[in-house]
Each structure stands twice: as C-alpha cells, then as structure tokens.
C-alpha cells in the first residue's frame, strides 16, 4: 500500500460545478498536510497548507480527518485555470525534511 | 524578487555522457532540495541540503549520482555516466526552514538520455 494514495483522475468538470478529491495516508502520526497543485509541465506550486479544524482560501476548502486518515479539497465555481495536476502531500512526525508526495490528481475543467 | 533558478531547462544527451543540472536557491533560503520526478515512481527527494551540508542522500539512486553545494547561492547535481533510465524532470527547490516552510520550486530540467 502507498504511503499517500490518491485517484489520478482526470476528473472532468464543467467550468463553474463544484469539485471535490480526497487522499488518504497510511501513517497515522503524520504531522502536516498540504495541498500542492502542479500544471502541465511545470513545477509544483503550494496552494494550501491543511490544518486540524479545516481552512478555506477563496473558492478552495481543505479538510482533515485523523480518524479515516484523510484529507480532501474542494473547489467552488471551477475556473478553467483550475485546470491542473493536485498533490496531497504529508509530513512525517519525525522529520523536518521529508515530504511524502502523492501521486497527483488531474482536474480538467470544461467550458 | 527572482525564485529558485535552475539550468538547463532541457537537456538531451547521450548515454555513458556526464550531465550536470545547476541550481541558484532563493537568497536567505537555507535548505535545499533536489527532486525527480517521473510518471512511474512521481516526485522522490534525491538529496537535501541544510545550511549547504548534505543532511540526508538517501535518495540517490546509485554512485552515478552526485550533488554539491559549494556555497548558500549555488548547487549542482551531476549524472556520471548518465543512462536512458536517468530520462526524468529534476527540480530543485528551496525553503526558510526545511519543510516547515513552504517548498519553493524551480522550473525544472527536462532530462532525456538517449
């Protein structure tokens, strides 16, 4: 089993509909959670930090549940700029280094 | 404010040849990192640097593999000899204070070894 798991999609998405994905994680002590979002061709790109209590950035919700050891990311009236590879990443308790990386979720929104 | 530099942005070369992948972090930044990504194995942190130390090299797949840090502003990842499985995207990225901080990443060397 992977350490972080998620489907790689591509999730087809009218522009404006609501989008939601999930990842799951196998260590139960990871620390910290983040949403990466990578386009075509190009470097990875922070979004989002995730936090205990959940957090929202605009049009963009993170979610964490220790207990089912998953994190989501929802996203409001899609953009075609929206359109992109989503890299759940996790920090293991017992580094300050390494960075467990998904391997991405494709999103591809439609006119 | 310029972000984390890195050259070549493609390189094609053939196999058995030396390939070497340059890096200019973000200035202030003290940790650095080098990654590879391919669509088989994702994102798999080479090496990393703190305060131009190499911390951990686990990551390096075997003794072809290489990288220096000679100084805060500047790194390099050198392939000697390269090989067609070697084929990937490197990036280099930097941040504040390990993975504390938010990675920030350069535009990446497309590697192709024929």
């Known amino acids: 089993r992977k350490e972080v798991e998620q489907d790689p999609g591509p999730f087809n998405v009218p522009e404006g509909a609501t989008v939601a994905f999930n990842c799951t994680y196998s260590?139960?002590?990871?620390?910290?959670f983040f949403w990466y979002r990578q386009d075509c061709r190009k470097e990875p790109k922070l979004l989002m930090s995730?936090?205990?209590?959940?957090n929202e950035d605009g049009r963009f919700t993170a979610q964490l549940n220790r207990a089912s050891q998953y994190i989501s990311l929802l996203i409001r009236d899609s953009k075609l700029s929206d359109s992109a590879t989503y890299l759940c990443?996790?920090?293991?308790?017992?580094?300050?280094?390494?960075?467990?990386w998904g391997a991405g979720t494709k999103l591809i929104i439609k006119p | 404010d310029a972000g984390v530099i890195q050259s070549p942005r493609h390189e094609v070369t053939e196999m058995g040849q030396e390939v070497t992948l340059r890096c200019k972090p973000i200035?202030?930044?003290?940790?650095l990192f080098w990654y590879r990504q391919t669509m088989m194995r994702g994102l798999e942190l080479l090496i990393y640097?703190?305060?131009?130390?190499?911390?951990?090299d686990s990551g390096m797949p075997e003794d072809r593999f290489s990288a220096k840090m000679p100084n805060a502003s500047f790194s390099t990842l050198k392939i000697q000899p390269s090989e067609p499985r070697d084929s990937a995207v490197y990036f280099c990225?930097?941040?504040?204070?390990?993975?504390?901080?938010?990675?920030?990443f350069g535009n990446g060397t497309r590697l192709t070894v024929t």
């Open positions: 640097f703190n305060n131009n130390v190499p911390i951990d």
């Open positions: 200035s202030g930044h003290n940790s």
């Open positions: 990225a930097s941040s504040l204070a390990g993975v504390n901080s938010p990675l920030h």
């Open positions: 995730v936090y205990s209590s959940g």
């Open positions: 990443v996790v920090k293991p308790v017992d580094s300050n280094y390494q960075l467990i």
């Open positions: 260590n139960s002590a990871s620390q910290s």
